[in-house]
T-cell receptor, first 119, second 110 residues
Framework: GAVVSQHPSRVICKSGTSVKIECRSL??????MFWYRQFPKKSLMLMAT?????????EQGVEKDKFLINHASLTLSTLTVTSAHPEDSSFYIC???????????????FGQGTRLTVV | SQKIEQNSEALNIQEGKTATLTCNYTNYSPAYLQWYRQDPGRGPVFLLLIRENEKEKRKERLKVTFDTTLKQSLFHITASQPADSATYLCALGEGGKLIFGQGTELSVKP
């Protein structure tokens, strides 16, 4: 199956600093990756679609200057939370789809998630 | 706006019984409906996908039904085991761009 790896799994940072989260597709090339955010006992909320070689597409209400997304290669997308505040503390999860394979191009493969705590 | 609701936040059942989880949606005509399992502190793991022209789909002890008239999907786990304890999420959409329900936390007691 397709494997998506996310790093780090946990991070604690101070208010005002920036944090970068990496999402890698290990055994396939992902032209598109997705970033979600999840609060405790809540559903995953799509934040943005990361497109290789072009600008990310953000969902309504998500600040693009706050959550910087870069998809510089076919296997790596990064999410940088800038000037972090305690309210940015959450569980961030990336996912990718396998392009061009009929049996696999509709399910999503998720990373293991990153628990961000801003103190 | 599109909305997905899973009928209960938590479901407790005895080992060996069948767990039935419900997912209802509104303002949407999905071509696919998916079910995922999520363990605490982990990302979701894909379980089953059912298409709009399929009524039922099975995989081992899992069964999913899809009623596009009722706008509802039922997810069944037969002969449940404590290892099935997790949060189960239904999702609409295709590939990675998904709209998720809030999840049902299933607890299977021995």
């Amino acid at each position: 199956g397709a494997v998506v790896s996310q790093h780090p799994s946990r991070v604690i940072c101070k208010s005002g600093t920036s944090v970068k989260i990496e999402c890698r597709s290990l055994d396939f090339q992902a032209t598109t990756m997705f970033w979600y955010r999840q609060f405790p006992k809540k559903s995953l909320m799509l934040m943005a679609t990361s497109n290789e070689g072009s600008k990310a597409t953000y969902e309504q209400g998500v600040e693009k200057d706050k959550f910087l997304i870069n998809h510089a290669s076919l296997t790596l997308s990064t999410l940088t939370v800038t000037s972090a505040h305690p309210e940015d503390s959450s569980f961030y999860i990336c996912s990718a789809r396998v392009p061009g394979r009929t049996t696999m191009n509709t399910e999503a493969f998720f990373g293991q998630g990153t628990r961000l705590t801003v103190v | 706006s599109q909305k997905i609701e899973q009928n209960s936040e938590a479901l407790n059942i005895q080992e060996g019984k069948t767990a039935t989880l419900t997912c209802n949606y509104t303002n949407y005509s999905p071509a696919y409906l998916q079910w995922y399992r999520q363990d605490p502190g982990r990302g979701p793991v894909f379980l089953l996908l059912i298409r709009e022209n399929e009524k039922e789909k099975r995989k081992e002890r899992l069964k999913v039904t899809f009623d596009t008239t009722l706008k509802q999907s039922l997810f069944h786990i037969t002969a449940s085991q404590p290892a099935d304890s997790a949060t189960y999420l239904c999702a609409l959409g295709e590939g990675g761009k998904l709209i998720f329900g809030q999840g049902t936390e299933l607890s299977v007691k021995p």
